[in-house]
C-alpha cells in the first residue's frame, strides 16, 4: 500500500495541487455553469439553464427569468450532461513495460503509476464513476481516489471475482460474506467459461442461487458473467446483472426483464479491443489464435444481440464496457457501437451510462442526473451526440464532486 501510494503521488502532485485550489474555491463559493442544451440523465433535454453547484453539489437549476446567477463557467454551444458511468471495467488492467497485458518484472512502482494513469485518462474521458469487477489493487486505488490522494472517477469494486466452480454452495456463501468482510462493493461471479473457451456453463443452479442469495442476504449486488445456459440459470437465481450475454435466445432476454434484471450487453470496444491489441495479448492464457477466432466470430454476435436487446419490452439495458488493458481513456467508443450497429436511440444510450446506471448500483439519489441534491458531476461534449453519436469522443469539459478536472471549453471564466 505504501508504494502505490509514494508512486502515485509522483504521477498525481500537479493535478491535486488545482483539485486542491478548486476544492476550496467550490467550498468558499457557489460555481453557476450556462448551458443552452443540457441533458438531464433521464432522458430529458433542457434548454438555456444555470446549474448552480455549492459544496460539491447541485443545489439548484435556474431556466427562464430565474437563471440570474452570475456565471462561472459558460458551456453555450456545448452539449452538458451528468459523468458518465461504466458499470464494467477492470480498471488496474494494462500493458506493462514490455508492451504485454502482463509483465513479470513489472515493479510495483511501475504498475502504480499504470493505474493512476488509467483512472486519469477514464476521467478525462468523462467516466465519473466506474464500477471495476475484479482484481484485489482495486480497493487501494478506489480508497486513495475516495481521500483525494490521487484523481480519478469514484470507485466501487468487487474486490476478486469468484471464479472457482468446485466449490459447494455452503462455500460460495463463505466467499460472498468473506467478500463482504474485505469491503467489497458488489460481488462479481463467472458463471461461464471465456468466450474464447466457448462460453459453456462453470456453475450450477444450486451453486448460483446460493452465491446470489447470500449476496443479496449481505445487501450486496451481483454481476454476473454469463454465455448459453447460464444466462437462464443466472437469471433464475435472482442475480443482479447479466455481463455479456452472448448467445442469448429471445426466451433469455423476455425472462431477464420480466426479473426485472439488469442486463449489459457489451456491443463492440471489449472485442475490438482485443482484436486491435492482439499482439499484446497473444500467447496469455486463453489468448490463443483459436481464442481470437471465437472473438472475431462473437462480434457479429454481440451486434445482433443487442440489436434484440433493444427490442425486447421492459429490458434494463447499463451501459458497460469490460473496459480493459488498451481501452481505458475509450470506454465511450462503446456508445458509437450501441447506436451505430445495435441500433440504440442515442437518447436511450445516453440515460443508459446515466440514471440507469446509477439506479442498477443503488446510487440513483446521489449521481447519474442533473438535478438538486444530486453530486455535481457534471462534462459537456463538443457536439451534439443526438444528432452526431461521436460527439462522444470530442469531451471537453469534466467536473466531479464540484471539482474540475477538465477545461477546455472556448469562452469560459475561470473562477
Known sequence: MSTFKTAARLL???????????????????????????????????????????????????????????????????????????THVHITYHFGPNGRAQDRDETPEQAALAYASNVWKTLQAGFTTVQSVGSPPDKPLRDAIAAGVIPGPRILTALRPITDGQLTPDQLREAVRKLKA????????????????G????????????????????????????Y??????????????????????????????????????????????????????LGIGNYTEEGFKMMEQALPLDFELFR???????????????AVAGAHGHNAEEFIFRVRD????????????????AESMGLADQ????????QADIIALD??????????RRVVYVMKGGVVYRNQAAGERTP
Open 12 to 86: 498525481a502532485f500537479s493535478s491535486l495541487l488545482i483539485a486542491a485550489t478548486l476544492a476550496a474555491q467550490t467550498a468558499a463559493r457557489p460555481i453557476v455553469i450556462q448551458a443552452a442544451t443540457a441533458f438531464d440523465g433521464r432522458g430529458q433535454v433542457l434548454h438555456n439553464v444555470r446549474i448552480v453547484v455549492e459544496n460539491g453539489r447541485i443545489a439548484r437549476i435556474e431556466s427562464g427569468a430565474k437563471a440570474k446567477s452570475p456565471v462561472t463557467y459558460n458551456l453555450t454551444g456545448l452539449t452538458v450532461l451528468p459523468g458518465w458511468i461504466d
Open 199 to 226: 462460453g459453456g456453463p462453470t456453475l450450477t443452479q444450486e451453486q448460483l442461487n446460493a452465491a446470489c442469495g447470500e449476496a443479496k442476504a449481505q445487501g450486496l449486488r451481483t454481476l454476473v458473467h454469463a
Open 383 to 392: 457536439g451534439d451526440p443526438l444528432r452526431d453519436i461521436t460527439a462522444v
Open 308 to 322: 434484440r436487446s433493444v427490442a425486447t419490452p421492459g429490458l434494463k439495458i447499463v451501459f458497460g464496457t469490460d
Open 182 to 197: 474485505d469491503g467489497a462493493d458488489l460481488v462479481k461471479i463467472f458463471a461461464s467459461k471465456s468466450i474464447r473457451e
Open 228 to 281: 448459453r445456459d447460464s444466462i437462464h440459470m443466472a437469471t433464475a437465481a435472482g442475480c443482479t446483472q447479466i455481463e455479456h450475454g452472448t448467445y442469448a435466445t429471445d426466451d433469455d432476454l423476455k425472462l431477464m426483464a420480466e426479473r426485472g434484471t439488469w442486463f449489459d450487453p457489451q456491443a463492440g470496444l471489449v472485442i475490438q479491443n482485443y482484436l486491435d491489441n492482439k499482439q499484446r495479448y
Open 342 to 357: 445495435g441500433h440504440q436511440q442515442p437518447m436511450a444510450a445516453m440515460v443508459s451510462a446515466n440514471s440507469l446506471a
Open 367 to 374: 449521481i447519474g442526473a442533473l438535478a438538486p441534491g444530486m
